[in-house]
């Protein structure tokens, strides 16, 4: 079976729904972000996949994926210090505790 | 000088508005500033005087007020003799009970408030003094009358001197009343205010031949103006508030109800004098030297009575008001003004001395005292001064002007110069009366602990004694009798000296005095075998001739009764009128506030309600977790991209 583009939309797609899943559900803040990371890597496999079958001999697809990767690198670490700061003020890491944004 | 006029009433006006705008932060707590601005007035009142003395013509000065029609209302002074005299007289009389008042009301609670109140009496007496005009007079007139009100009432915690204030004023305001309806006949006669247009218009006749029912129009006014000085001047039948008004500090009875405001009665009638002249017959003078000496010989009779030290003095001052007046209406015009100003320096030199005993003794009645004579010895002195020239003895102050009143009564009416002689005989009695009763013998009452004044007190005692040895000498024929050309009506003979009057009025004197000893020093005839032989006589004097019941009865008894019953109908007519309207009222409303409950009311809670009833079911969308949002966020893109697929 040759591997055709359809596989890795498939495959992303189903990594970004992993990804919204733990997002929507995990307390804890830090599964959240990896959440995140996974939402965020199921967009750079679309990118790639679709660099590599529609238009072989451009680079854009490649060049958004690595600012895609850096972006995630810089939303981790902003993300982590966040719940660091989170968890010293308020002590805990799971989200639904936090919640001093109700009325 | 005579153009820094119209800063003597201001002097004391200032030190009034800054007595009560700062009080007691002032230095000695305002006297200070009160007796700086009498005495001040008192300076430029003696530099008047002394630029005066060469000339008669009057200085005036105006300031156009409102103008109306062709002419207008002015704000006017006018320094003449007479003014000048009685400018004189108020400001260096004014300027002694005010140096005494320190010491007198030292203590006091409303230390500052007194000082405030004599000072703005000064103003308002001295702009009477130089008003130029019947209406600033009457303003000057009624401001002495409203300060009289005030001091009176100066201790209005005591029910006494409250009443006292309200019986002055209202019986002055009788009077005033009468002198309000003279100045409008004059004025509208005249059509103006000024007394050197009015005097001019009387001279040319311009009342010519009108009448009022049957009396000259001219007697009328006159009568009229003469009104205001029966109430101000304490004459009969107003005279009844003079003697109460001696519930006020002693240094008021003084200045107020003995010098000055008093006199004021009798300077009205001097300062408007061609009214009453000209009247025809001498019509209205006739009037005035009448009620005089009516009011002389009555009031000295209760005064032999009374045995309050203040209130034998306060008759002994409407008596001797009487007799100027007796003076000015037997055509003594300078004798009456005469009599005037030595009387304010011996009056108010007697009150003075009185107010001493009073400091000393705390009380009034000379029953208690006794003996005062080597316990106090500068009070005694200058009291004995002050009476033998109130008794007229020679060579003292009261010698000279009564001697000019006796003689010119003498000269133009034998009832009246009868009825002077017989006040003087009783004047002389009942002073040296007071004087064994207070100064010599022994002390009566044991707990008392009298004590001489301070100096801040006895030195005024001491100028007002000398001024009340010296002044007559103004009138005496062997220096040329200053005062006849400095004070002098036009048209108007002088009746020369006479030695055998002077011999005569001695003679009174020593009379009274003579009688008073026998009684009351040596007591030939004890003084309770003289009472019961007077018997009923002795009860109606010593009663005032019950004027004051009278005056219940005819007066006040009708106006409360007139007041109870409009009381009574306030309460019971109008008051339930109003009730009854009010209860209709309160029905009406209960009706609205029905509706008002439950329909207005109701549906105002219904919106209220129908908005929390939203709220509080919507905010439960409001969970404040991101999540639940995001699922949100997540579940309408699912939705949009469905729509989008299967459109």
Known sequence: MQLGLVHFLILSALLFCLGLYAVLTRRNAVAILMGIELMLNAANINLVAFNKYVAPAALN?????????????????????LVLSAYRNLETVHVDEINVMKW | MRELAWLIPVLPLIAFGVIIAFGRRLPGQGAYVAVAGIALAAVLSIGIFVQGLGHTEAYEANIRWVPYGETALDL????????????LVVTV?????????IGYMHGDPRYPRFFAYLSLFAASMLLLVLANNLLFLYVGWELVGLC????????????????????????????????????????????????????AKVHEGAFGALTIGGLPLLTVAALLLFGGALGKSAQFPLHTWLPDAMEGPTPVSALIHAATMVAAGVYMVARTYTLFFQSPDHGALTFVAYVGGVTALMAATIAVTQDDIKRVLAYSTISQLGLMMLGLGV?????????????????????????????????????????LGTIMPS????????????????????????????????HHNTVLFVMAALTSLLTAFYMFRVI????????????????????????????????????GFVGAPFVGAP?????????????????????????????????????YHWKVVPASTLRRAAGPLFTLVSNKYYLDELYDLLFVRPTVAVARFLRNFDVYVIDMIVNLVGFVGIGLARLYRVFDQYVVDGLVNLVGWIAKALGSTLRYVQTGRAQNYLLAIALGVIVLLAAGLFR
């Open chain 1, 61 to 81: 697809g490649h060049v958004f994926a690595l600012i895609v990767i850096t972006l995630a690198a810089c939303e981790a670490g902003v993300g982590l210090a």
């Open chain 2, 76 to 87: 006017g002074i006018r320094v003449d003799n007479l003014a000048t005299l009685m400018l």
């Open chain 2, 93 to 101: 009389v004014g300027s002694m009970i005010f140096t005494y008042s």
């Open chain 2, 148 to 199: 009289s009100y005030l001091l009176i009432g100066f201790y209005f915690e005591k029910p006494s001197a409250a009443r006292a204030s309200m019986k002055a004023f209202l019986t002055t305001r009788v009077g005033d009343v009468f002198m309000f309806f003279g100045i409008l006949i004059v004025f509208l006669t005249l059509g103006t205010f000024r007394f050197d247009e009015i005097f």
């Open chain 2, 331 to 371: 055509l003594g015009y300078t004798a009456g003004m005469f009599h005037l100003m030595t009387h304010a320096f011996f009056k108010a030199l007697l009150f003075l001395g009185a107010g001493s005993v009073i400091h000393a003794m705390h009380t009034n009645s000379i029953k208690e005292m006794g003996g």
């Open chain 2, 379 to 410: 009070t005694y002195w200058t009291f004995l001064i002050g009476t033998l020239a109130l008794a007229g003895v020679f060579p003292f102050a009261g010698f000279w002007s009564k001697d000019e009143i006796l003689l010119e009564a003498y």
């Open chain 2, 436 to 471: 064994f009763y207070t100064f010599t013998g022994s002390l009566r009452n044991r707990h008392a602990h009298p004590h001489e004044s301070p100096p801040v007190m006895t030195r005024p005692l001491w100028v007002l004694a000398f001024f009340s040895v010296v002044v």
């Open chain 2, 483 to 519: 005062i006849k050309h400095f004070i002098d009506f036009e048209g108007l003979e002088h009746v020369p000296f006479s030695m055998g009057m002077a011999l005569f009025g001695t003679l009174v004197a020593a009379v009274g005095i003579g009688a008073a000893a026998a009684v």
